[in-house]
Nanobody
Framework: QVQLVESGGGLVQTGGSLRLSCVAS????????MGWFRQGAGKERQFVAA????????HYADSVKGRFTISRDNAKSTVDLQMNSLKPEDTAVYYC??????????????????WGQGTQVSVSA
């Protein structure tokens, strides 16, 4: 079965950086769009970033553009999220997600079928 496992979360000061990583298993990673979402305490889950199956296109939420970078390594079945210039409002549990169908749409309106367990990111003021 498909498994997504995130790592790299932690506590960082405002302006700091973290790199999240998600390793996938269970099906051919290179066929599927991947995304990162986050959910703060008491808030709804929100889209952060996504990348197409081949890494050719990326999408970002306006709130993270210019600060976060999504990338993937199809040989290693991993998708990373480099987060720079972190702000307290970035504090959330971050989830990795995988598209439902091969070559599917990436982005906030993509169809994501599988989710990781999440990794906590906390940014102190």
């Amino acid at each position: 079965q498909v498994q997504l496992v995130e790592s790299g979360g932690g506590l960082v000061q405002t302006g700091g950086s973290l790199r999240l990583s998600c390793v996938a298993s269970g099906r051919t990673f290179s066929l599927y769009a991947m995304g990162w979402f986050r959910q703060g305490a008491g808030k709804e889950r929100q889209f952060v970033a996504a990348i197409t199956w081949d890494g050719g296109r990326t999408h970002y939420a306006d709130s993270v553009k210019g600060r976060f970078t999504i990338s993937r390594d199809n040989a290693k079945s991993t998708v990373d999220l480099q987060m720079n210039s972190l702000k307290p409002e970035d504090t959330a549990v971050y989830y990795c997600a995988q598209g439902r169908i091969p070559y599917g749409r990436a982005g906030p309106d993509g169809d994501y079928a599988y989710w990781g367990q999440g990794t906590q990111v906390s940014v102190s003021a």
